[in-house]
């Protein structure tokens, strides 16, 4: 793992999501910029010593040499280092497992894409929403018909953490987030934008075609949009909304998709992501859940338990990390749904259109 | 009562609402063009045979003259006649309360505002869903500061009686909302969007200064727009989005707004109109509902039975006619809080400026 | 109309059902012991002043003298008068509509019954739940078989409003719902326990063949039972519970059943009363609602209006009046679902030997 | 481990909650009576062979006399050989995390309780609903008086596994259950019942004083009560009820509590175990949910994620885990939450007194 030290926020999670199923076992790591600090936590890891490592470069190089050195590297760095670690890994061989967003320019987004393609490793990802089963639940509806050709999608990601200048009373997170320099302008889109993009083309199957886009910031004096508004043209000629926003006051979290085709729509929220609603125009409403009958092969396979036990967050994020585990053992070809390093470059082109769109007066921009 | 005939759809909540708090006697009417249907809709009201008419203008004419004719005129027929209707009631001195939308054009929508300026009487547009206490309480809540300045609003009217082309299958009441002729192009936008709109500025306060608007016919060979996805920029600078659409499969009543202020936000949805949320950053999400202590004077006053007796459509609406009964008897001066030929022209306004932005590929256009 | 004068709570809401669907007028009424006050709600109501009579005994002898006398009486008054003004209607020959309890006796409940019978005229009691579309829907999945046999019943009709001694500060509707005179000691379960009973019996088809209770006075010094949970067995040997309650603090309306079959579950809710859910065993669950497709004739006739648009209590409680109104013309003799002085018997029953069982300890005791 | 091999349900979850915060390393395992099968779980789980046992007896025996050995066991065997395996680990000297229910028999419960206080060893017993957040939030609430005394408590833990005759369809887990020699007659009590009644103990501080049961077969030929409906005298005085169930179909995982006191009532239910709902009388209803604003120590303590982020049932389980894991190294004096002996043995006499009501006609019976 490189980066997930003290004070971040996604460590932790991978951590456990590599436990729940045990098909991982964290045997190195550099996890911090500060050296001290990356030994702490292997020390509390209780990691080989030997095997943490004060910065990522060395760390590879290491690994690279040792008989029983890493498969496979978490990339949890602030997003301006995503591209540079990542191309370390492939350079030496290693499979990636990449927090998101893939990178913040589209230049580094198209050589990763062509290093992994090269490389022939596995390259993922973790937009991690993909892996709750009512997600995969509502992709399998849509390839099976149920809601017919699809008209309208209106996806958000939207919190409330940067309601408050937070970044400037202490907020370590919310304080690279606010920096330009290390998320661009376009920070809530890069940092919440890219996932709910995802969710859509997960459950939809359909590209985002054009964008028109109105980016805001609401609190004075940061340096970042804070909030994002774009209209979607799809690939289909479907139309429909993102919004992104960290000044979402209220919000849990604030992720959400509903799709209206031609015979019904659904609606998924991570609130209670446990549940699907189904509504067809000729007949009641219909949720599904995890452990009921009715459900598709890959929202059953998603769910450890049965009916009404409740599996969340890590549970969700374990999945993609054990179908990666599949594919690095080369098992589970039909059968992998956790997003790759083309996913993660359909976000970036995402985001930078919805750039050049606002900085166009709104005008409609395709997406490249 | 103009219109609301035999077929209609709104007639007889018109009626049911009048009755519910027995403030107005329906005593003459004009209800269909066709003078059979007329009559026969009358003899089931039990109405004095000679004050059913055959036309509105003989109605409007006839009622003058009598000592004990009408004082108000409910205008129920279709959009393209309010205009008309709605003068001549103001030319004759009466009281309107007319159906939305106010017209279907900017210039008659200007002048029934001046008429209604210069005449003095009471014009009425039932832009219904202000009646309902928790929209009540909502407006309450942004009043006294609980959110703070609002950033962020999300307005939505969206059914999906248009998602098959209902309009050639026999379905009357489709047939003149996808007729251009009675509806306008921006069909859509008048029939669903003047209610969201409405809605928008009623809870907030604010008002909508500019849209970006994208129209879309998903329903091939439909004359008219059958979805709209607008962009909004309010008075005070927040930003937000209006959906209104005939398409949205699986919808019910598809009203909703969330407003997003500096200290939290608030969700009402027509489905649950008995229920407001607000969810403040600093402590547990709160529901509000009819007969619960916490309520403004206004939320309180919109509901006639105590917690837990779900008042819905016919009452709130019955709230309207109330006031307006209050404002025709010169009562309530303080207390009036239901839309007017203004706040129609509002509607009105909004609806021709997003139908210019869209023409205009969607670029930024001023709301007259 | 007798009873539902000023300070009544249960007047105004007859009244309103009565002119929703204007099957009734409203021509005489004995409103109050009080007969100034009586005069003050005729006036208010525009009654004719002949009509407003001073006490209910002189009403029910001039009435029948009137060519144009009522045909019909509403019962609002306290529980008990409820038996010795429907008496006196009977022997005049006029139809009866009473609030529940039919009484407070059972040797009144079948005094009643039986000369109900002999009169031949239409006897309604307003369990008024049994109106809502969505109970009705209900009762239409159990008939078509959708649960199977029932095997487990839970209602409750639990509220908050005696939470605090509410009656020693001036809380007039408290006063007499805990005066043991006028309310018996049973008062909760007569007040809210024969509702929930009602819904039991209208939902499930079953009656309640044996009971063991366990009474309880929550607030000290109150000298009726506030709170009442009693065990019950079914006559086709389901078994349930049913709970009622004044302290059950925070609950809104607190009205609901959730019965279960061999195939699946059903719940309904007050607080949600244009939602029924719908549990099979075999697949995601189903929510109806008024105006989706898959209601049953019973259900969509119950509801004026399309999907969408909530109607509540009142129009829940006119659908009883229209159908009362149909009974009185002879018409609609299959589809007569209003509950009569047989299903107001019937709770009566239900409450002395819930009353009996207490008494003895808590032994199981038949329902008489 | 004993137990928890091919085909255990629980042995799983056990396992993951162990993992999830890494506090436990599973090292050796006795996982079925079929010794193949324990070995080929073993070779899963990568142990080393020779800590793979074929009895559990053995297990005990060789991992005591290691340097090495094990210093807890996890017991997740059926519930007549817990009293035996969990006796012979005291014996041992080694904690005890023992899965519900405690034992079968009161002579069994009291034996265990007096041998673990004597062997001053952790003996956790896994009513793991208590690691919730949610619940933890809900215990804080009574405990700073939010409700003020509590008055009526209704629980249950109702589930649908057992509506059909599954037990005769091949269905191992509802095989044992269903069979009285393994669970006893009271199974569904002792499966079910006492989850719902630890969670009434845990979240209201009270004991269950008296109990009223009706207990029934309703699936014919099953050698066990299905169902079970128990009135509650409660320690303080308070009412209220518990219904365990396996034949309530439709339902998810079927368990929640509703506690109502002076001020208000709280809601808590396993199928949305991230919210909990708090409704004084003088305000709106309030949801708490992880990460707001609001929490108590011990529910923030419960969660690792922040805002929106859901945990669910292994989180839960991994919180009881980690606090036994604190007990062990004899940290957190002050803050063990886990339901020990003394709760399993509460959960024993629970059911043994319903038991002895039920075969008495219902008459209340004391709690041992």
Redo the contacts between chains.
């Keep these: 793992m490189v980066g997930g030290g003290p004070g971040s ?1 996604v460590g ?2 991978h ?2 999501a590599m ?4 098909r991982f076992e964290l045997v190195a790591g550099c996890f911090s910029r500060d050296a001290a600090k990356s030994r702490e936590l292997g020390e509390r ?1 209780r990691l080989d010593p030997d095997r943490v490592y004060d910065d990522w470069a060395s760390m590879i190089a290491a690994e690279s040499e040792r008989a029983d050195g890493v498969e496979a590297v978490s990339v949890v760095t602030l997003p301006d280092t995503h591209s540079a670690v990542a191309s370390a890994c492939l350079d030496a061989g290693l499979h990636v497992v990449c927090e998101k967003p893939l990178t913040t320019s589209l230049e580094d987004a198209r050589r990763l894409e062509r290093r992994a393609r090269e490389c022939g490793v596995v390259f993922a990802v973790t937009h991690n929403y993909s892996g709750y089963p009512m997600v995969r639940q509502a992709a399998s509806l849509v390839r099976e018909g149920a ?1 017919g050709e699809i ?2 999608v ?1 996806v958000q990601h ?3 953490f940067g ?2 200048p937070a970044e400037r009373e202490g907020d370590a997170h919310l304080a690279w987030q606010a920096d330009p320099a290390v998320s661009t302008e376009a920070s809530v889109l890069y940092d919440l934008g890219t996932h709910a993009h995802h969710l859509l083309r997960f459950v939809t199957g359909l590209e985002v075609a054009e964008v ?1 886009a ?1 980016l ?1 910031t ?1 609190v004075t004096g940061r340096p970042i949009f804070d ?1 994002a ?1 774009v ?1 979607l ?1 799809l690939s289909n000629g479907a ?3 993102l ?1 992104a ?1 960290a ?9 959400q998709i509903r799709a ?7 609606v998924w929220r ?5 549940r699907l609603w ?12 995890p ?4 459900l598709s092969d890959s929202a059953r396979a998603a769910s ?12 969700a994020f374990a999945n993609l990390y054990s179908e990666i585990a599949d594919a690095i053992e080369g098992r589970g070809q039909d059968n992998r749904l956790f997003p790759t390093v083309h996913d993660g470059a359909a976000g970036v082109r995402f985001v930078e259109a919805a750039a050049a769109s606002h900085s166009n ?4 921009t395709a997406v490249g």
């Design positions: 926020w932790e999670p951590r456990i436990r729940v199923d045990d890891l809601l008209r309208v209106h939207a919190q409330g309601a408050r028109a109105e805001e609401h909030d508004h209209l043209r139309r429909g909304s919004w926003s000044v979402a006051a209220g919000e849990e979290h604030g992720l209206y085709g031609e015979h019904g729509s659904l991570h609130e209670e992501s446990h189904f509504r067809p125009v000729d007949g009641p409403e219909q949720m599904f859940s452990g009921r009958d009715g450890r338990m049965g009916l009404g036990h409740a599996e969340g967050f890590h549970e007066g709104g005008a409609w």
